[in-house]
C-alpha cells in the first residue's frame, strides 16, 4: 500500500516568514494529492490540492509543488500569519483512498 | 448548513459499553469514510463507502460495525467498547474515492 512520510514534524517561524513541508510518497501509482489544515478542536480542512499531471499550483499565500519523477510533493507558505498556526497533513491517493502523512505543527510567532 | 456533520462531538462511556456516532453529508457525494485520529494525531482509514457499499474494511477489530442506510449517511457502531478505542473519530466524504475529502468537527470518544 501507500507510505506517505512528511517532515518536519514541528516547524516554528516568525511572523512574515515563509515555511516549506515536505512530503514523499511510495507509490508510483498515486495521482491525486491533497493538503489538509487542522485547528485544535476541529475536523481536517482540505486547503490546497494537486493532480499529477501539473508541477505547480497557487492560491494566494499557499503554493504546492509536485515532482513526480522523485515521488515528493511541498507546501509552501509565504508570508506567514499566527493565524497560520495549525497542524498541517499531507496526503496521497490512487485508486483507494487517501494515505496521510503524519502532520506538521506549524507555529507561528507574531 | 454544515456539510458533514456527525453527533455526538464528545462521548465518555464505560469499558464494555457498546455506542454509536452518526454521520451526515448533505454534498450530494458518493463516497463517505471514517478515519480515526490517535493521540499523536496520526490519521487512519478505518473504513470507505461508496454508494453505500463498503469498498476498505482496513484491519479494524469487527467491535466497529459502519452502517449506510443511504449515501448521505454514514453511522459506526462499536461495541464492547475498550480502554484502546479512545480517540477522535473523524466523518469525511468525497465525490469520488480519487479526490479530496471534506471532514466533519470530529467525535472525541474517551473510554474509562
Known amino acids: 500500500g501507500e507510505n506517505v512520510e512528511q517532515h518536519p514534524s514541528t516547524l516554528s517561524v516568525q511572523e512574515g516568514d515563509s515555511a516549506v513541508i515536505k512530503c514523499t510518497y511510495s507509490d508510483s501509482a498515486s495521482n491525486y494529492f491533497p493538503w489538509y489544515k487542522q485547528e485544535l478542536g476541529k475536523g481536517p480542512q482540505l486547503i490546497i490540492d494537486?493532480?499529477?499531471?501539473?508541477g505547480e499550483k497557487k492560491d494566494q499565500r499557499i503554493a504546492v509543488t509536485l515532482n513526480k519523477t522523485a515521488k515528493h510533493f511541498s507546501l509552501h507558505i509565504t508570508e506567514t500569519q499566527p493565524e497560520d498556526s495549525a497542524v498541517y497533513f499531507c496526503?496521497?491517493?490512487?485508486?483507494?483512498?487517501?494515505?496521510f502523512g503524519k502532520g506538521t505543527m506549524l507555529l507561528v510567532s507574531p | 448548513d454544515t456539510a458533514v456533520s456527525q453527533t455526538p462531538k464528545y462521548l465518555v462511556t464505560q469499558m464494555g459499553n457498546d455506542k454509536s456516532i452518526k454521520c451526515e453529508q448533505n454534498?450530494?457525494?458518493?463516497?463517505m469514510y471514517w478515519y480515526k485520529q490517535d493521540s499523536k494525531k496520526f490519521l487512519k482509514i478505518m473504513f470507505s463507502y461508496n454508494n453505500k457499499e463498503l469498498i476498505i474494511n482496513e484491519t479494524v477489530p469487527n467491535r466497529f460495525s459502519p452502517k449506510s442506510p443511504d449515501k448521505a449517511h454514514l453511522n459506526l457502531h462499536i461495541n464492547s467498547l475498550e480502554l484502546g478505542d479512545s480517540a477522535v473519530y473523524f466523518c469525511?466524504?468525497?465525490?469520488?474515492?480519487?479526490?479530496?475529502?471534506?471532514f466533519g468537527q470530529g467525535t472525541r470518544l474517551t473510554v474509562v
Open positions: 494537486i493532480r499529477s499531471n501539473v
Open positions: 496526503a496521497a491517493s490512487g485508486y483507494s483512498t487517501l494515505t
Open positions: 454534498l450530494g457525494h458518493d463516497t
Open positions: 469525511a466524504s468525497s465525490p469520488t474515492d480519487l479526490s479530496g475529502a471534506f
